[in-house]
Structures are given as C-alpha cells and as structure tokens.
C-alpha cells in the first residue's frame, strides 16, 4: 500500500487558547473544525490542514514542530512572531532577489516553525 499523502499536520499546546490567538493572529486564520478545548483545525486555501491539539490527560509536555507555512511576507511575519510572544530563531537563504528563504521560530509553547516565502 501507498501513502496518498497526509491529511493534516497537529501540533500539541499547554494552552490552547494562547496558541489559538498566536496562530490565529499571525496567519490570520479562521478554525474551520473545532472540538472543546481539545483541538483545532485550520483550512488553510491549497487545501492542506494545520491543527492545535491539547491532551487534557498528558502529564508532561515536550514541544514539537515541523511545519513550514508558505507566506508572501515571511520577514514581516518572522518580525510579528515575537510581538504575539513567540521567538525568531533564525533565517534559512538569503532573502536576495530571485531566491527564495524562511525564518524559523517558535510559538510560545516552543513548537518550531517556519515562514517560507517563494520566488
């Protein structure tokens, strides 16, 4: 058997409402899906899926992360990320003309991210 591809991509929170803001506010997203204080679903337009969840039962947190958000303005944004709380780590290429770059962050949970702009 194939993979078909993937259906969403999750990351965990502590505080679901904090995160929630954070993404929300940064990416301006709206939830399309939404489960208690559980989880969270984002539609995002090419059609893929990004959610927040939160295990009301775990006892100990680890941060996770992975994604890679495809942006138009990934410097601004990378500047945004620390005014909602989060942290600029740093920027991968070189932003120059015709050459595509991300800055990587972490949310205020401390899941890595990153911002992708394309050529």
């Given at each position: 058997?194939?993979?078909r591809g993937f259906d969403f991509?999750?990351?965990?929170?502590?505080d679901m409402k904090r995160l929630r803001a954070f993404y929300e506010e940064l990416l301006d997203l709206s939830a399309s899906?939404?489960?208690q204080d559980f989880y969270v679903e984002y539609e995002?337009?090419?059609g893929n899926t990004f959610a927040i969840g939160r295990?009301?039962?775990?006892?100990?947190?680890?941060?996770?992360?992975g994604i890679v958000f495809g942006v138009d303005e990934a410097e601004?944004?990378?500047k945004r990320v620390v005014e909602l709380g989060g942290s600029y780590v740093k920027r991968f290429g070189t932003g120059e003309p015709g050459a595509c770059f991300s800055?990587?962050?972490l949310d205020p949970d401390g899941n890595v991210f990153g911002l992708h702009q394309r050529t």
């Open positions: 058997m194939k993979t991509v999750i990351i965990q929170t502590r899906v939404e489960y995002l337009p090419d295990d009301p039962s775990a006892t100990e947190f680890t941060p996770t992360g601004a944004l990378g800055e990587w962050c």
